[in-house]
């Protein structure tokens, strides 16, 4: 079955960078793009961007452009997701999502990792 | 950015009850439309892609329709794990964005 895993919490201070990690497995990895999702405590749902596992190809949310990097390993099924000079604000649950081609739905989800800033 | 508005944004219903939720996006999206549900705590659920199909596993008392700026989310029969918050998200374009989500609650 399609599972996507998480790295654990991040607490990090203000002008900080995370890295979160988002381990693919039960389908081919490569056929798939991963978006990322964040969402603030009590807040909505915001996409941040989306790469292409097969070419790396990427598509960043206006807002986060410059902030923030996709990158995938295909050795090891793995997506990952830098965010630079955290402030207060980017304390939120990050989720990354399998999407097919950064143009349709997010069929399946990780369980979220939460990443406090914090001075 | 195509902004996306649910009504209500909050919903009391009982066991039993059909619900129907709504949801207009600023321009037409034609049937770019899905919906999400989340429980608290959980990461989000695709209900509805496509504005009416429904994901695998979905059951069949979900439903959606609509097309261009209007859409609609209905359970036709409230079951006690369906209380919890509901998103639309249009995929028409990027920024992919959602809206601000409708709470189900039970009454």
């Known amino acids: 079955q399609v599972q996507l895993v998480q790295s654990g919490a991040e607490v990090k201070k203000p002008g900080a960078s995370v890295t979160v990690s988002c381990k693919a497995s039960?389908?081919?990895?490569?056929?798939?793009?991963i978006s990322w999702v964040r969402q603030a405590p009590g807040q909505g749902l915001e996409w941040m961007g989306w790469?292409?596992?097969?070419?790396?190809?990427?598509n960043y949310a206006q807002k986060f452009r410059g902030r923030v990097t996709l990158t995938t390993d295909t050795s090891t099924s793995t997506a990952f997701m830098e965010l630079r000079s955290l402030n207060s604000d980017d304390t939120a649950v990050y989720y990354c999502?399998?999407?097919?081609?950064?143009?349709?739905?997010?069929?399946?989800w990780g369980q979220g990792t939460l990443v406090t800033v914090s001075a | 950015d195509i902004q996306m508005t649910q009504s209500p944004s909050s919903l009391s219903a009982s066991v039993g009850d059909r619900v129907t939720i709504t949801c207009r996006a600023s321009?037409?999206?034609?049937?770019?439309l899905n919906w999400y549900q989340q429980k608290p705590g959980k990461a989000p659920k695709l209900l509805i892609y496509?504005?009416?199909s429904l994901q695998s596993g979905v059951p069949s008392r979900f439903s959606g329709s609509g097309s261009g700026t209007d859409f609609t989310l209905t359970i036709s029969s409230l079951q006690p794990e369906d209380f919890a918050t509901y998103y639309c998200?249009?995929?028409?374009?990027?920024?992919?964005?959602f809206g601000q989500g409708t709470k189900l609650e039970i009454k």
């Open positions: 999502t399998r999407d097919p081609d950064g143009n349709t739905d997010f069929d399946y």
């Open positions: 039960g389908y081919t990895f490569t056929g798939y793009g």
């Open positions: 790469i292409s596992v097969y070419n790396g190809d990427t």
């Open positions: 321009q037409s999206i034609r049937i770019y």
């Open positions: 496509s504005a009416s």
């Open positions: 998200q249009q995929s028409y374009n990027t920024p992919r964005t």
